[in-house]
């Protein structure tokens, strides 16, 4: 048998970090977390009720009070021991993220890479000159400064345990906020393991706090006057119900919702890069990513480039290309999935459902990535988010058929075109509805400092998530009108 992953040894006990103390959920709830690689308890996670979040906030909102007044020079020291540490640790925290998450090692280290990224565009602020000041009228300057929210919340979904919490708090505590955290609840040990690091790194107790639980913890973060903003990443029912309540009490809210993305391959299509981008977008971290390209509009005829798809696909090793599915309800809808299609009428050209568990790990959730040929777009395989590791193809023959199908999807997350003319690329780009456009790349997620976000469905709010988008999100500006002397040409405005 063959090692895919360090399972922890004995059971770990997730714990809330609340004013730089690790503590138990004042109810005393807790539920197991289950390994997707073998289907057992690894470690359980508080989930934790509204007091657990008032006691947070108030410890936060004490210490964000010394945090924001501390220059940011002084904030990005402790950010850099942070940055090292967590490389220093990166083996623990991708093992641990993969033990939860069911992805693999190397997808869960790329997760934490991407964060490092992150961390490096937030630790470059510090030498931003992000201000403004210009002399509006004789003697008058009006000058722009940007100030931290005060303590501000995140709550991540299970699909990338450690990437998705640090696209939130690195940028805001570097911009002098105090940062919540409820990681989601299916996935919660890797957080605790980044709010070790960050305190190990200096960060004063009560800046980073971690509440674990769910829909209760959730609702508490909406509601709590003591909340400035709400950034939520997840699925779209979810985003939608948290930016409806957040705004509702008057906070500033982001939330990124799902995805059904599509992307384009034409018939002049380049063969290597094709296969290879279909395929990596559609299986990495078995198909559960907001950015997997799950539907390919195919113009024309792009048979001999699906043949070969179809035969990468059947040549990945389940368990070393590709992990397993988060829990069981999940893998057995995804099943039901295929079966639905086949009985709409779409073909499976790769069914992986009869593909053997890797040695070892019989008792996981595993599903070996599969091919729905044939789909219309009334199909549900072809319009619905399955959120596993499920390719659905459907034929067109023109370009704008291709492109008035985006109109008729909710989503708006990733698109992507797989052609070598420059001018197919350009009238894919300017048609484009959804924001994170990608020409012959499968999964075009924006590298910092360009900032991550979807449209439509994809995101509820305004501001994006990481680089420029996440300064937006995470501080305010002030505006301040200055003079010095008494002017003789003055106006009402001076
Ligand atoms: P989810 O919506 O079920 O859960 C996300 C978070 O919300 C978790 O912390 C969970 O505890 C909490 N939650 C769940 N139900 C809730 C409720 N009724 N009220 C309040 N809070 C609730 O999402 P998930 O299954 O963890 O993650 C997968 C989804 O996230 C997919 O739809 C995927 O596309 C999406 N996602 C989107 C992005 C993006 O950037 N747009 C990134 C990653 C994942």
């Excluded at 999807?409 to 780009?429: D, L």
Aim: with cysteine; glycine share 10%.
């Amino acid at each position: 048998m063959t090692q895919l992953v360090n399972l922890p040894k004995a059971l770990i006990v997730g714990k809330n970090l609340i004013g730089g103390e690790w503590q138990d959920p004042s109810n005393g709830a807790r539920i197991d977390v289950v390994s997707p690689y073998t289907g057992e308890a690894i470690g359980t996670v508080p989930m934790s009720g509204a007091s657990d979040v008032d006691r947070a906030v108030e410890a936060a909102k004490k210490a964000q009070r010394a945090w924001g007044a501390t220059p940011i020079r002084e904030r990005t020291e402790v950010l850099f021991r942070f940055r090292q540490r967590l490389l220093e640790h990166i083996d623990e925290v991708s093992h641990l993220a993969a033990a939860e998450c069911g992805k693999t090692v190397g997808e869960a280290r790329a997760g934490v890479l991407k964060g490092v990224e992150i961390i490096e565009f937030a630790a470059s602020l510090q030498n931003m000159d992000d201000g403004a000041v210009l002399e509006v009228s004789r003697g008058v300057t009006c000058e722009t400064r940007r100030e931290p929210l005060g303590v501000v919340a995140g709550i991540a979904p299970f699909n990338f345990p450690a990437m998705v919490p640090m696209w939130m708090f690195p940028i805001a505590l570097t911009l002098g906020n105090a940062f919540v955290l409820k990681p989601s609840e299916k996935v919660p040990l890797t957080s605790d393991v980044l709010g070790r690091l960050l305190l190990e790194a200096g960060y004063p107790p009560g800046v980073f706090s971690i509440v674990h639980g769910g829909r209760e913890v959730v609702e508490a973060f909406c509601d709590h006057p003591g909340i400035e903003a709400v950034g939520f990443v997840g699925s779209t029912p979810v985003a939608k119900a948290v930016y409806t309540r957040a705004s509702a009490a008057g906070k500033r809210a982001l939330a990124l919702g799902g995805a059904k993305n599509h992307f384009i391959v034409v018939p002049d299509a380049d063969p290597e890069i094709t296969v290879d981008g279909v395929v990596r977008s559609f299986t990495g971290c078995a198909g559960q990513r907001c950015m997997a390209a799950s539907l390919m509009v195919a113009v024309g005829d792009c048979d001999a480039l699906i043949q070969k798809i179809a035969a990468h696909t059947r040549s990945l090793v389940l368990g070393v290309d590709m992990g397993a599915i988060i829990e069981k309800p999940a893998h057995d809808r995804l099943r039901a999935d295929l079966e639905q299609a086949v009985r709409d009428g779409a073909k499976l050209l790769v069914d992986g459902r009869g593909v053997p568990a890797p040695e070892g790990y019989e008792g996981g959730y595993w599903l070996a990535p599969s091919i729905i040929d044939g789909a219309t777009f009334d199909m549900e395989c072809a319009n619905r988010e399955l959120f596993g590791p499920i390719l659905s193809i459907v034929h067109v023959s023109t370009l704008d058929e291709a492109i008035a199908l985006q109109s008729k999807s909710p989503y708006g997350n990733a698109y992507s075109v797989f052609t070598t003319r420059g001018a197919t690329a350009r009238y894919v780009i300017e048609r484009a509805e959804a924001t994170m456009v990608g020409v012959n790349v499968g999964v075009p997620v924006p590298r910092e400092p360009f900032s991550f976000g979807g449209a439509k469905a994809s995101k509820f709010g305004s501001h994006d998530m990481t680089g420029w988008g996440g300064v937006e999100l995470w501080s305010k500006q002030k505006k301040i009108t200055s003079k010095w002397s008494l002017q003789p040409d003055v106006t009402w405005m001076s």
